[in-house]
């Protein structure tokens, strides 16, 4: 951070105010390793709760003598793969070897001074991630990151400010949350439990939902095919894990091709009607590509999937991978209970999902229209309040959030 630390502030490594561990994964061939005692935080837990008291997985007590356990405080930070993401224990767990925990020491760094700085850590951690298919930083890197500190009952002050305002943003994303689930209520009440189908659709898998599997269902560039090097500031468009939200396509991006990069890469184009899916990170987010996106091209963490309309309406089969919960129950059972690390074509291929008939599929469509009309408000609520909470963070990490400014932010925040 390149700016003067304010009278009575100090600047440390993160390696000087806490300790670091990294976690790591017990053996996925012992399966008396893998229980229900102690949670197994992976990225997909990060940046969700907050604290962090349960996972997606979780380790027996003799599986967690094989791993390292975390204190209740421990500040997680994802540093391979989805870099950035970032949690805050809540009870006793254990996490894999993709994140690095700070255990700080609390006379030096209060444990949600320390949580709340971890989470500007994104670019920086972008920054320092060599150029490789699969971002990667070292304990070692991450050790060497700076903290600016002030005296603890400064800290205290602006923790608790970071905490109303983060409270502020959680609200509006919860109600999001909450019109989701209406949605996906209303998904299997039309069509009923996807994994017992007992309305008796027709099924089938990708392959069937497209005309020409070998073009339509496409996986981003590989390593070899673009490096993180051949990124500019702006021109074309990639998309990634950022830009797919459950059903929801969010058009920001940092991350741009240059004219000609993107024409070696025409393969991976992106259009408006196209379905997205995360492979990587949170494995299994979907939504359909927007009007008016213009040129753009996908990574490496996404799939593509360009379907027949006479079959599979985009919109439908986005859906049911967000909203019917058999994507994920399959991917659970083709995994054998092992952690994905990432969703190849071979296992997206065996998933089955319902295909009623498209009239039907139009029928649902109508209702989620009229939902989204509604969302987009809250969405745009949500939105204002996460603009504000940066807002709050870059002042109160640079010395510069007076206790007037940050009432007023936070009122403008609440009022949405």
């Not at 002030?150 to 602006?158: A, D, S, T």
């Not at 991976?268 to 990170?281: E, K, S, Y």
């Not at 309309?309 to 129950?329: M, N, V, W, Y």
Request: charged share 25%; aromatic share 6%.
């Amino acid at each position: 951070m390149n700016f003067n630390l304010p009278q009575g502030w100090k600047l440390a490594k993160l390696g000087e105010v806490g300790e670091v561990i990294t976690g790591s994964t017990p053996s996925t061939s012992k399966p008396e390793y893998y229980g229900s005692e102690v949670p197994f935080v992976t990225p997909v837990d990060l940046d969700n709760d907050d604290p962090v008291t349960k996972a997606q997985n979780y380790l027996s007590r003799s599986g967690a003598s094989q791993a390292r356990l975390l204190p209740p405080d421990a500040v997680m930070v994802c540093c391979i793969g989805s870099l950035g993401k970032v949690g805050i224990a809540g009870i006793q767990l254990a996490t894999n070897q993709q994140i690095n925990s700070l255990i700080f020491d609390k006379s030096k760094i209060l444990p949600r001074y320390g949580y709340h700085f971890c989470k500007t850590l994104k670019p920086i951690l972008e920054h320092m991630a060599p150029s490789t298919t699969v971002a990667i930083v070292n304990k070692s890197r991450f050790s060497e990151i700076t903290i600016p500190f002030p005296p603890l009952p400064e800290q205290r002050r602006l923790a608790a400010i970071l905490d109303k305002a983060d409270a502020i943003r959680r609200k509006r994303q919860r109600a999001i949350v909450l019109t989701e689930d209406f949605l996906r209520s209303a998904f299997l009440e039309m069509f009923g439990d996807p994994v017992t189908n007992p309305k008796g659709w027709g099924a089938g898998t990708i392959d069937e939902v497209v005309s020409n599997p070998k073009e339509d269902i496409r996986c981003g560039p590989f390593g070899t095919q673009l490096k993180v090097r051949e990124l500019v500031p702006e021109g074309i468009p990639l998309l990634g894990i950022e830009n797919v939200h459950n059903d929801h396509f969010v058009s920001n991006t940092e991350k741009f091709l240059t004219e000609k990069k993107a024409e070696e890469l025409s393969r991976f184009d992106a259009c408006p009607g196209d379905v997205l899916i995360t492979r990587m990170g949170s494995i299994g987010r979907a939504c359909v590509v927007p009007k008016g996106i213009g040129k753009a091209r996908i990574s490496y963490h996404l799939f593509r999937i360009r379907t027949n309309p006479d079959k599979c309406l985009p919109e439908f089969l986005a859906a049911t991978i967000c909203r019917s919960g058999t994507f994920q129950h399959q991917l659970r059972r083709l995994a054998h209970g092992a952690i994905m690390d990432g969703l190849s074509t071979s296992i997206l291929k065996e998933i089955v999902f319902l295909l009623p008939p498209v009239e039907m599929q139009l029928h649902y469509l109508n209702v989620v229209r009229k939902v989204e009309r509604n969302l987009i408000k809250i969405n745009h609520s949500a939105e204002n309040a996460n603009i504000l909470f940066s807002s709050l963070t870059h002042r109160a990490f640079r010395g510069e959030l007076t206790p007037q400014a940050a009432e007023k932010l936070l009122k403008e925040a609440a009022a949405g």
